[in-house]
């Protein structure tokens, strides 16, 4: 579970990452909307890493 | 949007995070432990951002906003909750000014205001244990 955990966090970080690389290129709104959206998910990415591993 | 649209935004970014310094300070005083190594650690985030758009608006030409000499707080914060929640308003605001200036700049003013708002989106996340739909989009965008 602690590995799927990590996995799911490198992917939200990933798909964050990319979301504010987008911006750049994008309309002015769209490019907020992308930055909010990136925004959401380095949030989940920094939630899944809180999260504590199975006991043991 | 133009440059005046941009610096404005600019402008009322640098006004927030005098804000947010203010008020992580308070924070800081009333926390313990882990949470109050989280606010110290949010502190100096926005005193860096803080120090950065002050850099970016006197490279404009402009003269930075001052931080006022106090803000208000709501309430007393008599408790470690309290203080949390006012932590995650505190990021929500500043996530808000950075997605306006996400709208209001390009180019790699428009990506920095982007990652800022992501780490404003984290912290307000951390903060309430739980994320925010579509942080930075609350305020209406500049016209």
């Given at each position: 579970?602690?590995a799927?955990?990590?996995?799911?966090?490198?992917?939200?970080?990933?798909?964050?990452?990319?979301?504010?690389?987008?911006?750049?290129?994008?309309?002015?709104?769209?490019?907020?909307?992308?930055a909010?959206?990136?925004?959401?998910?380095?949030a989940?990415?920094?939630?899944?890493?809180?999260?504590?591993?199975?006991?043991g | 949007?133009?440059?005046?649209?941009a610096?404005?935004?600019l402008?009322?970014?640098?006004?927030?995070?005098?804000?947010?310094?203010?008020?992580?300070g308070?924070?800081?005083?009333?926390?313990?432990?882990?949470?109050?190594?989280?606010?110290?650690?949010?502190?100096?985030?926005?005193?860096?951002?803080?120090?950065?758009?002050?850099?970016?608006?006197?490279?404009?030409?402009?003269?930075?906003?001052?931080?006022?000499?106090?803000?208000?707080?709501?309430?007393?914060l008599?408790?470690?909750?309290?203080?949390?929640?006012?932590?995650?308003?505190?990021?929500?605001?500043?996530?808000?000014?950075?997605?306006?200036?996400?709208a209001?700049?390009?180019?790699?003013?428009?990506?920095?205001?982007?990652?800022?708002?992501?780490?404003?989106?984290?912290?307000?996340?951390?903060?309430?244990?739980?994320?925010?739909?579509?942080?930075?989009?609350?305020?209406?965008?500049?016209t």
């Open positions: 579970l602690r799927v955990l990590r996995r799911l966090a490198d992917a939200e970080d990933e798909a964050a990452t990319a979301r504010i690389s987008a911006c750049r290129t994008s309309g002015a709104e769209l490019a907020r909307l992308l909010s959206v990136g925004g959401c998910e380095a989940h990415a920094a939630l899944l890493r809180s999260l504590p591993g199975p006991p | 949007l133009s440059a005046a649209e610096t404005r935004a402008q009322a970014v640098l006004a927030g995070e005098h804000a947010a310094v203010f008020a992580y308070a924070l800081a005083a009333r926390l313990t432990g882990a949470q109050r190594d989280a606010a110290i650690t949010a502190l100096e985030s926005h005193r860096a951002r803080r120090d950065e758009v002050t850099e970016r608006v006197r490279a404009l030409g402009e003269e930075p906003a001052a931080a006022a000499p106090a803000y208000r707080l709501p309430g007393r008599a408790h470690a909750k309290d203080a949390r929640r006012l932590a995650a308003d505190v990021e929500d605001r500043v996530a808000d000014l950075y997605g306006q200036l996400v209001a700049a390009d180019g790699r003013l428009r990506v920095a205001a982007a990652r800022a708002l992501a780490d404003a989106a984290v912290r307000a996340a951390t903060w309430r244990g739980r994320t925010s739909a579509l942080p930075g989009l609350t305020a209406a965008s500049p």
